[in-house]
């Protein structure tokens, strides 16, 4: 589990691709030093193993289903990404809750400075778009994110400079994709809605009831 705080960017070394496979090894500083094999790390937001290490390397397997879900396969060394270790249990939870486990791309419609602020506006499908919520919570290239505004086809986030300068966000232009993962919330409470009787149990919690109470 992680928090969507990037700890540091990192350098794409190698990308060897498989048939519906590939194989990444990346550079870093701050998460070494305490890294070991077996660890998870979220590279661009996905949750990915630490199979070797070496030095300031480690290399990590990314699945067929990985692929299509992300981004990664569109890398090319040199590339800059972020980087974070799984949460520690004594850590401070900065961010919000990120599985690592992407729903999607999205891609960047327009990239803007508002005074202070950088706004982006990002564009992707309704499966995504559907558990969007405005001040809500998104997690793109595993930076947790607060959603400003959202439409039937797009979505705005505004970042602070220090948000942009230690993070990918600073070469993103438009035309990039990136990952997107929602909110576990919303997800599980659909799922919960979908899933339960007809007949409401005697706590009230229906469909209704959250739809008034605003989810």
């Avoid at 030093?33 to 660890?39: F, M, P, Q, R, V």
């Avoid at 809500?136 to 290239?141: F, K, Y």
Wanted: one cysteine or more; glycine letters at 10%.
């Amino acid at each position: 589990m992680f928090t969507g705080i990037i700890e540091e960017t990192g350098v794409l070394k190698e990308l060897k691709k498989g048939a519906h496979s590939a194989s990444l090894t990346i550079q870093g500083k701050v998460i070494f030093d305490d890294l070991a094999i077996g660890d998870s790390v979220a590279v661009n937001g996905v949750c990915l193993t630490a199979a070797s290490i070496s030095s300031h390397t480690f290399r990590a397997d990314v699945m067929h289903e990985t692929l299509n879900r992300s981004c990664l396969g569109k890398l090319h060394p040199g590339d800059s990404v972020n980087l974070e270790r799984a949460m520690a249990a004594d850590g401070r939870f900065g961010g919000h809750i990120v599985s690592g486990h992407i729903d999607g791309t999205g891609k960047i419609m327009s990239v803007r400075r508002d005074d202070n602020a950088i706004w982006y506006t990002v564009a992707s499908d309704s499966r995504i778009l559907r558990y969007i919520v405005e001040k809500g919570s998104i997690a793109v290239d595993g930076i947790s994110l607060t959603v400003a505004t959202v439409n039937n086809t797009e979505f705005c986030i505004s970042a602070i400079p220090h948000t942009v300068k230690s993070t990918t966000l600073s070469y993103k232009k438009a035309g990039d994709l990136v990952n997107l993962e929602n909110d576990l919330v919303g997800k599980y409470l659909e799922k919960f809605l979908l899933s339960a009787p007809d007949n409401p149990q005697p706590s009230g919690i229906t469909r209704e009831f959250l739809t008034k109470s605003g989810y």
